[in-house]
């Protein structure tokens, strides 16, 4: 008996095995969306050309042992992140799940009986296995689709912390700019301060007035009153970085102050055609696009004939003799109401809009890079021009400062020139800020160090 079944096993093995070779495919033939591309960026120059390589931890090229601390916290403890990385577990599962269609169905089943008016003992149990013949690739095809869904998926999370990377760095340095402001508003105050206390002297023996007296007094509480609202905007910056690094804002702290450290670095830019490789969304958008064209063959799949085997196995409790058979089935639709072909439409309608959106990905990836360029190179010329108009606004301060002592200005001169000096130095600040910003986010556009080539699930 154990040689029936071993023979009747390798049969059954024998035609599963043939059957897998004989599939065939619907799916149409995959080709990647062209795009005519330049060859150069429209904004480079060669100050950017000769920079920093964008690597997958570019925000070490800033140069802070505290920044880089921060992001590899950020990107081990983000809830946000965390989020992502299980939802590509999802997609993997889901995955799984429809590639089951491919494979052959086993159950087994058995009964132990011994009957009450005989000693004998009846053992009976049947083995059943089914599989679905995928002649015209419709399950590896619905596979296909699941699989590509989950790399979308995990170039989603890719994306993820490329932006999550990004916003560490440019909150973190949103900080270190208001530690600036701060420490500048707080020495306008105090030196303000000093100044009303010498006016009020100078007030007391005559030789200024009340009315003097009143403008400073007014210039210093507008100075103080900058401070805390300075203050406010450190504490929820810091807040926010503490939540982006996952952990409470009661006892996150920074011990860096200032931006007077931090490096400038320019990244590199490839041709405009590297950046397909070098983003996720991108690589994501085509992933979702392959998806799409695989959901066409299982469409057009569903128009033809089904066939499925399955095959018994066991021992018959009646005789003890063997009990095996295979039986197949097959399926047709003949009238569905049109189902079917609405289906098969609705799937290459979807193909089509995702090959849009691909090329839209593309196109807005360029122009989030053109955008960077041009800022960081706009940025740093408007920031030399307003150290130079710092500098100026200081020999300005100076002068009338010499004029009224001399009594050749009046006060109010030298109020509105101190004034515009604050103003100036804090422009300034802001402005070294924004430089640093649009340096991280050009890091950002360029994929920050992603690279599609070697990214796997």
């Known amino acids: 008996m154990n040689q029936f079944y071993h023979k009747k ?44 390589t964008v690597s997958d931890l570019w925000w070490q090229a800033f140069g802070s042992d505290e920044l880089n601390t921060l992001v590899a916290e950020g990107l081990s403890n983000n809830f946000t992140l965390e989020a992502a990385a299980h939802r590509i577990g999802q997609a993997l599962g889901n995955a799984q799940v429809t590639g089951a269609s491919r494979f052959p169905t086993l159950g087994i089943n058995g009964s132990y009986i011994r009957d009450k008016d005989s000693t004998k003992n009846v053992k009976d149990w049947t083995g059943a296995a089914s599989y679905e013949i995928d002649f015209w690739g419709k399950n590896q095809a619905l596979f296909n689709s699941s699989n590509e869904l989950a790399k979308a998926t995990a170039l989603d999370y890719q994306t993820a912390k490329i932006t999550l990377s990004a916003t560490i760095v440019d909150t973190y340095f949103q900080i270190l700019s208001l530690d600036d402001r701060i420490e500048l508003a707080q020495k306008i105050a105090s030196d303000s301060e000093k100044t009303l206390t010498l006016i009020q002297t100078q007030a007391s023996l005559g030789s200024s007035s009340n009315l003097e007296v009143a403008q400073q007094r007014n210039a210093m509480q507008t100075f103080q009153s900058a401070v805390p609202t300075l203050q406010q905007q450190r504490q929820q910056a810091l807040y926010q970085l503490a939540i982006l690094t996952g952990r409470t804002p009661e006892t996150f702290l920074i011990k860096q102050k200032g931006l007077a450290s931090i490096h400038l ?74 189902a079917l072909t609405g289906q098969l439409k609705v799937d290459n309608a979807h193909s089509r809009e995702l090959v849009a959106t691909y090329k839209e990905t593309i196109l807005e990836a360029l122009v989030d890079v053109e955008n960077q360029l041009v800022a960081l190179d706009k940025l740093q010329q408007t920031y030399h021009i307003d150290l130079q108009a710092e500098q100026s606004a200081k020999e300005a301060a100076n002068l009338a400062r010499i004029r009224y002592r001399l009594g050749n200005t009046d006060f109010l001169t030298i109020l509105t020139i101190e004034r515009t000096l604050y103003q100036s130095q804090d422009t300034a600040l802001q402005t070294k800020l924004l430089v640093l910003q649009s340096s991280v986010n050009l890091f950002r556009a360029l994929g920050g160090g992603f690279n599609n080539s070697n990214t796997s699930i």
């Open 9 to 52: 096993c390798l049969h059954i093995s024998l035609l599963f095995s043939f059957i897998l070779l004989a599939s065939c495919s619907l799916t149409p033939k995959y080709q990647t969306p062209k795009l005519l591309l330049a060859d150069t960026w429209l904004s480079n120059t060669p100050a950017i050309e000769t920079s920093t």
């Open 265 to 338: 670095p320019h990244p590199k830019t490839a041709i405009p055609s590297g950046i397909i490789t070098h983003r996720p969304d991108i690589a994501a958008a085509e992933a979702r696009l392959k998806s799409a064209n695989f959901d066409i063959g299982v469409a057009r799949a569903a128009f033809l004939p089904n066939v499925s085997l399955t095959s018994l196995l066991g021992n018959n409790v009646m005789n003890g003799n063997p009990l095996w058979n295979l039986t197949g089935t097959l399926t047709m639709p003949i009238f569905e109401g049109g």
